[in-house]
């Protein structure tokens, strides 16, 4: 008989990655995931002749030459796919002043843009700039994900210190700060307190803002020509080309555990499927609380599983409009003049997004518009458990209400529409499993980045994690690494040197 496979739990980013590095190394693989398709919240699905795209933005270190690249080269994400330089990372507009702002790749022009909009922070403006153009010259997001604590010493500690020697002081003081607390504590101006916060997350630190413009600046950020589903069907090719196996519709209900080590899994219909070892790449809390029972975790663990705040759910409003957006941002962020009521909360930003980079997303002469904003999880789950006329209503209401607040901005859009489609957090939910609709992992507070989570658990023997649970704040090229850092824990655990 043959011996039993590596058990990989979900076909997200992290599960795909650790199925290719397991099967680079030898490996026999089985991914079960529970969805009809690839990706986790990397999802893309058809509405008609549109692509909607409920996934990424941009990626990352998309540059030849740079070592996340060779990720993506590895995984058989690059060259394939194309990708268009990111010049402009967000425009603002305030419908409440009329003012208006590009953050722009330019950072010359985005210092002058801003001083311009808000003289008297021009101090703190200068700061702002001058630590993101150090992040230009020596990025991090352009520096290996080195290695998972199980397998690095103070040597490792050590040498990635100096890797970021040039960026060590924007790792404390008024750097470390959230990003809301810094503009709270350094600038009196409106505009900044409004911009620099919704630039990313308001609970981001500081040093993440400068490190985000910093890349766009040194042109290591893209715009994915296919978006999310091409960059996740070369990713599952890869993985299938290197023969691995992976299941869809299947549902990992627990992880079977004998004399504390995993020995396979129990799938939600009552099959048992052995395991050689298994790695969870789905929900954090699903996986320990849920599939492990919480029998093997620390005060650690259990404190960030109560305390740490996850990525807030969207609401996400797709529409497939008969019109092209030729010139207009990609990406903005528009404050309303008139917030919209939508689960007993006013929504007063939404980020409207437009898939006018690239073709591949809408029929010719045709656009996806795409309108966000953060939600409530318990209003959404519930409305759809009590009455799903009630919560298909609601979902209606709220899309005509954002297709009016849009009208002002594109004029004729209401008169184009040819397809709706809203996802709440239920929807995020229903094809992730992911903890109380969370479309991604923790939030990326200065405390939960500056972490390190493990991967294994104690007491448990062949088991690991991978994915954005155990790198808070998530991201591509971290939920990727995460896959290839639980194959190197398999590795030195069976004595093979990782290949
Ligand atoms: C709207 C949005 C925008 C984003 N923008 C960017 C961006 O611009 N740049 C960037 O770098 N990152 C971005 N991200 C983040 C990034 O996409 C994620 O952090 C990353 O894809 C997470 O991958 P994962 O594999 O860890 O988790 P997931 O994608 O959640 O995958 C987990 C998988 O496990 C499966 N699963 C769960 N439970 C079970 C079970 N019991 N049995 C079987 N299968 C199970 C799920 O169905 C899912 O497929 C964005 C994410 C979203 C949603």
Known sequence: MPPPPLVVIGAGLAGLATGCYARLNGYTTRIFEHHSQPGGVVAAWRRGDYLIDGGIHFLIGYRPGQPIYELYRELGIAPTLRAVPMETYVSFLDERSGRAL????????????????????????????????????????????????????????????????????????????????????????????????????????????????????????????????????????????????????????????????????????????????????????????????????????????????????????????????????????????????????DVEDLAVRLFNYSDRFAPPGSTVVQASFETKWSFWNDLQAEDRARYDAEKARVAAEVLSRLEPHYPGIGAAVEVTDVATPYTTWRYTLNDRGAFEGWLPTPEALMATMPRTLPGLEGFAMAGQWVVPGGGVPPCLYSGRHAVEILCRRDRRPFR
């Open 102 to 345: 590009a953050v722009t790749a330019d950072l010359d022009r985005l210092e002058a843009d801003l001083k311009q909009a808000s003289p008297a922070a021009s101090a703190v403006i200068a700061e702002i700039l001058e630590g993101a153009r150090r992040f230009a010259t020596h990025g991090l997001g352009t520096l290996e994900m080195g290695r998972p604590a199980e397998l690095t010493g103070p040597l490792d500690r050590l040498r990635s210190f100096w890797a970021m020697r040039h960026v060590l002081r924007y790792f404390s003081g008024w750097y470390a700060l959230p990003v809301s607390d810094y503009v709270q504590r350094r600038t009196g101006d409106p505009w900044l307190r409004w911009v620099l916060p919704n630039l990313f997350l308001p609970e981001v630190p500081l040093w993440f803002i400068l490190m985000l413009l910093g890349e766009m600046a040194a042109g290591d950020l893209a715009l994915p020509e296919g978006g999310s589903r091409e960059l996740v069907e070369l990713l599952e090719r890869r993985y299938r080309d290197l023969g691995g196996e992976v299941h869809y519709n299947t549902t990992v209900a627990e992880i079977l555990v004998e004399g504390e080590r995993a020995v396979g899994v129990r799938l939600a219909d009552g099959t048992i499927h052995r395991a050689a070892a298994v790695v969870s790449a789905a929900d954090g809390r699903a996986t320990l609380f849920g599939m492990l029972g919480g029998r093997y975790l620390d005060d650690q663990l259990k404190m960030r599983y109560q305390h740490w705040p996850r990525f807030r759910p969207l609401v996400m409003i797709n529409f497939g409009i008969r019109r092209r957006f030729t010139g207009e941002p990609w990406l903005r962020v528009l404050r309303l003049a008139r917030p919209l009521r939508v689960a007993g909360r």
